[in-house]
């Protein structure tokens, strides 16, 4: 089936200005992850949601990250007033809670802040 | 705070050698241990985990992982690398919390193979 994916792929943006990154899950995942993988660094949690529960953000960098999931389905990764250290690829990742516990990674959104 | 550790940035080995990619980790309990890759262009493929029971674990792509408590340490192995092997390397711990799965990541080992 299907695996989660990510638009756009690619996104080159200018300081200052808001960026949106799409994330379609797994059909039937619950659990829904955003990270962040900045250049020479491993990979950092930003958000996380299951079910109607409260998202867990703790992992937002500021203020100026947010992040929806609607219908429990779709995430979408805000970012307003890009900076240039948001440069980087935003990975999302969805799994069952439970049983495995193995969270399937989308290709990445790779976002550039000029 | 949890935290993973993975000491090699750079690795490079002759195709047909050993590999063996390390990872230590801190956290206050049993932990949920998982060794990804990520090659280029590609997203992050999962090669084993570890959750509890035998602590050797068998994975994808003939790699395995020994979970040993008293080092804190899972590290990765192979015994004899592919060229199709060179990739990024990520271990990774589980936190599990009220079912929040999230995971902290190790800033990861770059392999490099050659001939």
């Known amino acids: 089936g299907a695996g989660v994916s990510q638009s756009p792929s690619n996104k080159v943006t200018e300081k200052g200005k808001d960026v949106e990154l799409r994330c379609d899950p797994i059909s039937g995942h619950t659990a829904l992850y955003w990270y962040r993988q900045s250049l020479g660094q491993g990979l950092e949690f930003l958000i996380y949601f299951q079910g109607n529960s409260a998202p867990d953000k703790s992992g937002l960098p500021s203020d100026r990250f947010s992040a929806e999931r609607t219908g429990g389905s779709v995430s979408t990764l805000t970012i307003q007033r890009t900076q240039q250290e948001d440069s980087a690829v935003y990975l999302c990742?969805?799994?069952?809670?439970?049983?495995?516990?193995?969270?399937?990674f989308g290709p990445g959104t790779r976002l550039t802040v000029t | 705070a949890q935290s993973v550790t993975q000491p090699d940035i750079h690795i490079t080995v002759s195709e047909g050698a050993s590999l063996e990619l390390r990872c230590n980790y801190s956290y206050g309990a049993t932990p949920y241990l998982f060794w990804y890759v990520q090659s280029p262009g590609q997203g992050l493929q999962l090669l084993l985990k570890?959750?509890?029971?035998?602590?050797l674990v068998q994975g994808i792509k003939g790699f395995e992982a020994e979970f040993k408590r008293s080092q804190s340490s899972f590290n990765l192995r192979k015994p004899s690398v592919h060229w199709s092997d060179a990739a990024e390397y990520f271990c990774?711990?589980?936190?599990?919390?009220?079912?929040?799965?999230?995971?902290?990541f190790g800033t990861g080992t770059r392999l490099t193979i050659i001939p």
């Open positions: 990774a711990v589980g936190l599990a919390s009220f079912g929040n799965e999230k995971l902290t």
């Open positions: 990742a969805s799994s069952l809670v439970e049983g495995s516990r193995r969270q399937y």
């Open positions: 570890y959750f509890s029971g035998d602590t």
